[in-house]
């Protein structure tokens, strides 16, 4: 069954080339601004922690503080302080991740309960690096003021700080969808002028997919960054020079039996040309998933977990010396989904590529 304790070797005990082990067990790493510490969830619903990158050493940032301890994800605002993402109390796995789900906020010190902000909201949210800003969306399963349950909105909103406490301020939608379209953003680009985000396609043939997105908030144009009939491709972590993005690809897989099992980079410049970063087992044992690159661009931390494992599942946070990869010949096998269709269609008629 998904999310038992695994019976196999991890695969970080005997990691690939430039991959290695941070922690066997936590989910969704997000690193801070002085690129020291990793923030990251224990277990799913539960408290969110903080390691040391220099030492190894965890600490436990809410385990001490007040009665919520049933979190999803951490990231850091730009002031510092924790965003925290989860419901208030766990009710089963589907309720408490898609309907009750929300928003909090915790000191940078975490010497005080988090704070909610009174919003709940779909799945992730990305962060701004420049100000205390975040992007996030909201669906009629959050908020019934929406209409129907499959009516999604995006936000992007900032954290007011006032005598109570950070709360939220001004507040703008930028897209509003219906049906199949399930939008998730996922970063800012460009000093906050453009918002990349995944949108998931869901009920059509033969497979859902995910297709990554941008929205210029200046001029409300949209443009998509790489869109692969039956492939889940969702963004998962902004590059510092924001020309590039984390991809979970599953172009190298088979439905339904493989989610995505690596991650990938892809060019934020419309050509949809993107280069496997991560190795995992071939017979896709494993999987990377829900990684973060560092302020300086050197590090990429990610999350395993097992093919059969529900996504979000963590059993390990791992790294990769991005910089040691970037001087391999795999760094540039830069590839487009029609080259990937041109390759599965010729080993398919068993006919030699052109």
Known sequence: MPNEKADVPHVLDDPPPF??????????????????????????????????????????????????HSFLRVLFLSNGDYLLIGPRTFKDRDTSRHVESELWVMDKNASRPPKPLGRRMFEGAGVSTIAPR??????????????????????????????DGPELG?????????????????????????????????????????????????TGEFTTYVDEANVHNECEGIFPDHDYICLESSCDTDWPMYPP???WKLKLDGSQQRVRMTSMPADHTWKATNSNVSPDGRWLAFMVGLRADEAGFGRGLGLLDLAAWQETPEAQKWETPSDRARENAAKFVGAPLS
């Open 19 to 68: 991959h290695r082990k941070l922690l066997d067990y936590g989910e969704r790493p997000y690193w801070s601004a002085d690129g020291t510490r990793i923030a990251f969830i224990e277990t799913n619903y539960g408290d969110a922690c903080e390691l040391d990158v220099e030492t190894g050493k965890v600490r436990n940032l809410t385990r001490d503080l007040g009665q919520h």
């Open 134 to 163: 975040i992007t996030y969306a909201v669906c009629g399963r959050n908020d019934p003021s929406l209409g129907d349950p499959d009516v999604f909105e995006c936000h992007v909103t900032d954290i007011a700080y006032g005598e």
């Open 170 to 218: 001004a507040d703008r939608a930028f897209y509003r969808t219906r049906g199949s379209l399930r939008p998730e953003p996922q970063d800012f680009r460009h000093d906050d002028s453009e918002v990349i985000f995944a949108e998931y396609v869901r009920g059509g043939p033969p497979h859902p997919r995910c297709v990554v997105k941008g929205c210029r908030l200046d």
């Open 261 to 263: 099992r690596d991650l």
